[in-house]
């Protein structure tokens, strides 16, 4: 090993061992603060999801307390501007220099597959809300995920399509790992029941420039476009569907929620009118959980609206707070454990986390996007119940 190397695999092999051997109750324990590393992009393309997770988890801690157990909870955040090695860095640091008892965050896929290594090797409970590539999970015995994955998240529109006129797609992704499963479980599903991809299409992650892949699109002359791209960038995507004619060429638009997510579809205007989408969150879930909880989180923040990754930032904190009851405030293992096996009423709808595969299972929703009360909402009309990750190959 580099000596860098040798020295991180022996400063966490000792935390994690002294952590390991502390006895439930100790004093010491229960008068120290539980830290909770939030790794999350706060600049850069990505920073409004950053931002929506770190606001939901403030907002659940803010409802809640910040003692647990009889200990404190408390938050740090660092921004690892959507690079992989800074998110590594970061997890580093947390574990070694801050003492954290549990991470959590990771807009994107490369930056969760980036931490597991450090969460293994430091034993340290990690939460993952938002990363939707299948395998996020598997990249670590401690990664608990709160938030979705693309498979889960297609299969209710590839269902809805065929059924609905819809027998020709051409499928347009952001080029990487959940793009790419959306991509997969899209075309087995649409293809199963007698629909036809003419072509797949993916973009680049980094400053994508859609309209030449829209061009193709509209020279195919499918009945409809399916999209997946990551949070943050639908208003440029439908700006130039525009520009590009598909909306008069009569290609229609599916997609899953993440194009039309609720903090920015009001500034996406008419052209969204219509848009079909299949997802586990809208800010229009008509549950009384859920009007609760766009209430508290517009006060909280100025009027802004929450999207998937506040729930999922509002939902991870639960699990943690929860878990911390159980445990009366032991971490490590225990605090993993804990988490297992959690069922609840979240503002999405009935949550449970898979004991077995540590994974998410929740409600799917079919959407379309209508005016109500004057703005903009993702409106559900159909749920598919209770639906597991499709999307495992264990």
């Not at 409004?48 to 404190?72: C, F, M, N, P, W």
């Not at 690079?83 to 008892?101: C, G, H, L, W, Y």
């Not at 990249?139 to 020709?168: D, H, M």
């Amino acid at each position: 090993m580099k000596r860098r190397q040798f020295v991180l695999h022996t400063t966490l092999g000792a935390a994690a061992g002294a952590a390991a051997a502390l006895p439930l109750g100790v004093s010491a324990q229960a008068a120290a603060p539980v830290k909770v590393g939030l790794i999350l992009s706060m600049t850069g393309p990505f920073a409004s999801t950053g931002k929506q997770i770190e606001a939901g988890a403030r907002l659940y801690q803010a409802e809640h307390g910040d003692t647990v157990a009889g200990r404190k909870v408390e938050l740090l955040v660092r921004d690892d501007a959507s690079t992989p090695d800074q998110s590594r860095r970061i997890a580093q640091e947390f574990v070694v220099n801050d003492k954290v008892a549990v991470m959590g965050g990771f807009v994107l896929t490369p930056l969760a597959l980036a931490v597991g290594p450090v969460a293994t090797q430091s034993r340290t409970p990690t939460i993952v809300m938002s990363a939707g590539t299948s395998s996020v999970i598997d990249a670590s015995p401690y990664f608990i995920r709160c938030s979705f994955t693309l498979p889960q998240n297609t299969i209710g529109v590839a269902e809805w399509a065929p059924k609905n006129g819809i027998r020709s797609v051409v499928t347009l992704v952001s080029d990487y790992g959940p793009g790419i499963d959306a991509e997969t479980a899209f075309r087995d599903r649409f293809t199963l029941n007698g629909g036809t991809v003419k072509e797949l299409l993916r973009v680049p992650v980094r400053n994508p420039d859609f309209a030449p892949f829209l061009q193709r699109v509209r020279d195919a002359q499918p009945d409809a476009v399916f999209v997946f791209l990551p949070a943050g960038v639908g208003t440029t995507f439908m700006k130039q569907f525009v520009e590009r004619g598909l909306d008069k060429a009569g290609i229609r638009l599916i997609a899953t929620g993440d194009v039309t997510e609720d903090d920015i579809l009001n500034d996406m205007g008419d052209v969204a009118l219509g848009v079909v989408t299949s997802h586990h969150y809208s800010a229009a879930h008509p549950s009384t959980a859920n009007q609760k909880f766009v209430a508290a989180f517009k006060k909280a923040n100025a009027g802004k609206r929450p999207n998937y990754m506040a729930v999922a930032g509002y939902d991870g904190m639960r699990i943690l707070y929860t878990a911390l009851q159980r445990t009366k405030g032991q971490t490590g293992d225990a605090l993993l454990e804990a988490m297992k096996g959690q069922t609840f009423e979240s503002p999405r709808g009935p949550v449970l986390i898979d004991a077995q595969t540590r994974d998410i299972v929740q409600n799917v929703y079919i959407r379309r996007v209508a005016r109500q009360d004057g703005e903009l909402h993702n409106v559900e009309f159909e749920v598919l119940k209770s639906v597991k990750d499709p999307g495992r190959r264990k």
